[in-house]
């Protein structure tokens, strides 16, 4: 009997299991022809997505812990470009949405290949991605972050690493910057472009150099053609850029744009460079005029040196020199140069270059960081005027990398900052987007002992971002001394701006912190020589405790250097200072941030922080003797 039902049932069972199958995938179908696309589940890992009713955007459905899927998108049944996303298979973290309107009129079809290992279409169909995948004309933007900053730029949505290409012409600054329009981890290199006219202010515009078959947008520089050198018209647009893949290498390419930076034209014959060694690390074109010659110098990143490239025509380049080997701090990889020429000492009659040199790895406490070089080039070479062993840090935070400067801005050079560390940028916890730039800085070489220094100030611009003052009497601290309320209401976006004289104390110093007892400590140990940034307690920090470092830094200096280190984030940073009777510190807070200058931009420190709730209380303390707060102002800052 048994045995007789099973034969009888199995026959019966099959037809069931077939029509739900049948159910199911006519259901899927339907619903997604009601919202105007018609899926075709073709294998467990391969779909191909009609769009029948065009809208603006066809929103993508993203988790983050899942797998990359890759969107081959098709336009009249032709492949048009690829991208990869992390579409939804368990859970729905945000949508990104990928523009339709530039495909206006013609057929679309999205060829998906998920990398979920799947090894049915059933399970493939349950895959959460499908049933919110949808089109709209519409995509909501609004903030949902608490951790976004008041007044730093960040993109609206989506992965932001590198500042690169940028420029100032007819009162606007542009920012480009490497950008990942699919998901808030690295991916898909765009150069998104934000603009301003005051550095503070920012428009976000459209991606201006989209990926291509040729590779991800990798970072590089952009210049004003005032006299129409390259044959597009004066006053046009020149973005030099790395096009990266497996394909073709690291290959530096040239666009160009006619609409002041909104939107560029590939040049035809890309690339215009290829390493000549065939060397796989070959990225991050600087371009840059040299009056003497009347020519234009390219440094190109190259392992661990700088090449230096010159051209007549911004075509046609030839090699001339390298710089860097084994100088700084090794192992390491050079990336996104810069390099110009400042006044010393304010002393136009003196002036050195200074070459810029961002490192991965090779910050003191892990990670990435930018060191500089002070010397001078005669058009050919780059001479450094320190030994090898030398080490100059722009900034002594833990977050601050990419830095490059805008061109074309006359007798000033500022400089933006990316606001992350590759250790651990893709895991802070954020999810709409990640990632900030630092303050905008402007940069000056000064003497000091006979050593020549690169400082880095907030642009003065940042001063319009003030909008109430709290004056603070002068004190004095003997042990400590105790500021209940900096602000009230305090959304956590504010400046300190404090003048100190040192007195007898050995340790002289204060703790922003919050009623959850979450802080940052800010610290002059004089004893030392140091001045110290400690974020160990300073609220979210086990994210730190996943952490990456790269293979060549699994080392412990970076944990001997660092103070009171517990992870790669929740440690301490610190910067060599003199000690002097008075000092000027300015300390800029921003929801997850906290950047220090003393004296200036003699010493900058970059780090970020994701309290809890904002720090809206202090008290200052002292060890070894009392020290004099002479003046003490907080700025609520806002836009």
């Not at 019966?12 to 899926?39: D, E, H, P």
């Not at 009347?294 to 440094?299: A, E, L, N, T």
């Not at 941030?593 to 970020?608: R, Y």
Request: proline share 5%; glycine share 6%; hydrophobic share 35%.
């Amino acid at each position: 009997m048994k045995h007789y039902s099973h034969r009888i049932l199995s026959p019966f069972l099959g037809k069931i299991i077939v029509t739900f199958l049948i159910v199911i995938m006519s259901i899927g179908i339907c619903r997604a022809q009601y919202a105007g696309l018609k899926i075709h589940y073709l294998g467990a890992n391969h779909s191909l997505v009609q769009v029948q009713e065009p809208q603006k955007y066809l929103l993508l459905p993203v988790e983050e812990a899942a797998p990359e899927a890759t969107v081959n998108v098709l336009v009249n049944n032709k492949a048009d470009q690829s991208f990869q996303v992390r579409l939804a298979v368990n859970r729905i973290d945000y949508l990104v949405p990928f523009a339709l309107e530039q495909y206006k009129g013609k057929t679309v079809t999205f060829d998906i290949h998920t990398g979920n290992s799947r090894t049915n279409v059933r399970d493939a169909m349950a895959d959460a991605c499908w049933n919110d995948l949808k089109l709209s004309d519409t995509f909501d933007d609004a903030n949902r972050e608490a951790f976004r900053p008041f007044y730093h730029h960040t993109p609206v949505y989506g992965w932001m690493n590198d500042p690169n290409g940028m420029f100032y012409k007819d009162g606007e600054y542009h920012l480009y910057f490497q950008y990942n329009p699919y998901g808030s981890k690295w991916g898909n290199m765009h150069w998104g472009h934000s603009v301003s006219k005051d550095l503070v202010h920012w428009e976000h515009l459209a991606p201006a150099i989209a990926r291509d078959t040729l590779g991800h947008i990798f970072s590089g520089s952009s210049i004003v053609d005032q006299e129409n050198v390259a044959g597009y018209g004066a006053g046009s647009i020149l973005a030099f850029y790395t096009s990266a893949s497996d394909k073709n290498g690291q290959i530096q390419c040239l666009a160009f744009s006619k609409d002041n930076g909104r939107t560029f034209t590939k040049y035809e014959k890309n690339p215009i460079l290829s390493p000549a060694d065939g060397l796989k690390d070959f990225r991050d074109p600087k371009v840059f005029r040299y009056e003497p010659e009347d020519k234009w110098v390219m440094i190109v990143s190259a392992d661990k040196e700088m090449r230096f490239y010159e051209s007549k025509n911004l075509k046609d380049w030839n090699y001339m020199s390298s710089f860097g080997e084994g100088y700084g701090v090794q192992p390491c990889q050079f990336e996104c140069p810069d390099m110009v020429e400042l006044s010393v000492d304010g002393d136009t009659n003196r002036k050195k270059w200074a070459l810029i040199v961002n490192v991965n790895p090779g910050c003191y406490f892990g990670g990435s960081a930018t060191q500089y070089f002070t010397g001078d080039f005669d058009g050919m070479k780059f001479s450094c005027d320190s030994q090898p062993n030398v080490t100059k840090w722009l900034d002594w935070g833990k977050d601050h990398y990419a830095t490059v400067c805008f061109s074309n801005t006359g007798e000033r050079t500022i400089a933006v900052p990316w606001m992350s560390n590759w250790q651990y940028c893709n895991i802070v916890p954020t999810k709409q987007f990640r990632s900030a730039n630092a303050l905008p800085r402007e940069l000056s070489l000064y003497t000091q002992d006979n050593e020549i220094y690169l400082s880095a100030a907030p642009v003065p611009e940042i001063k319009t971002l003030r909008k109430e003052k709290k004056e603070i009497p002068a004190f004095t601290v003997a042990n400590d001394y105790h500021i209940d309320s900096l602000l009230a209401d305090n959304d956590g976006a504010y400046e300190l701006a404090l003048e100190i004289t040192a007195g007898e104390a050995e340790i002289m110093g204060f703790s922003l912190f919050n009623d959850k007892g979450e802080k940052v400590d800010i610290y002059f140990n004089l004893p030392e020589k140091r001045l110290v940034m400690d974020r160990t307690k300073s609220g979210i920090v086990d994210f730190g405790k996943k952490s990456v470092p790269h293979e060549i830094e699994v080392h412990d200096r970076r944990k001997t250097t660092s103070i009171n280190y517990i992870d790669d984030f929740a440690l301490a940073t610190w910067a060599p200072i003199k000690k002097e009777n008075k000092y000027m510190l300015d300390v800029f807070v921003d929801k997850c941030s906290v950047e220090i200058f003393l004296n200036g931009g003699k010493v900058a420190m970059t780090n970020l922080i994701f309290p809890s709730e904002p720090y809206n209380r202090m008290c200052f303390y002292s060890k070894g003797g009392s020290f004099q707060v002479d003046s003490f102002n907080a700025y609520r800052l806002g836009l």
